[in-house]
């Protein structure tokens, strides 16, 4: 059974930061694009960025002004996501997941290419 948990939501003030990290399991997490999503309150799902499976890199995070960064660790099955200077634009859940394979790379990942989802950690950014 696979399983995507995520973990350091939490409450933050206007330009802050938080740490946001997804555990995985019952997947050889390696062979996997991870990417993080978010969905406000009456918004549609959103791509925020992601990392390519084998030293590929990250991709999709040129929309957030570098604010935020995306690290993983195959050893640990855990991907990060750093954000920086926190605004309350990104307030949301955010969502950790686990694209289809592909042989090539990721430049952009959409809901329908996700084959697991996390269940979502609330982040809320007040001003």
């Known amino acids: 059974q696979v399983q995507l948990v995520e973990s350091g939501g939490g409450l933050v003030q206007a330009g802050g930061s938080l740490r946001l990290s997804c555990a995985a399991s019952?997947?050889?997490?390696?062979?996997?694009?991870m990417g993080w999503f978010r969905q406000a309150p009456g918004k549609e799902r959103e791509f925020v960025g992601g990392?390519?499976?084998?030293?590929?890199?990250?991709f999709g995070l040129h929309t957030r002004k570098g604010r935020f960064t995306i690290s993983r660790d195959d050893a640990k099955s855990t991907v990060t996501l750093q954000m920086n200077s926190l605004e309350p634009e990104d307030t949301a859940v955010y969502y950790c997941?686990?694209?289809?394979?592909?042989?090539?790379?990721?430049?952009?990942?959409?809901?329908?290419?996700?084959?697991?989802w996390g269940q979502g950690t609330q982040v809320t950014v007040s001003s």
């Open positions: 019952g997947l050889t997490f390696s062979n996997y694009a």
């Open positions: 997941a686990a694209g289809e394979y592909r042989t090539n790379y990721y430049i952009e990942m959409a809901a329908r290419d996700v084959e697991y």
């Open positions: 990392i390519n499976r084998s030293g590929g890199g990250t």
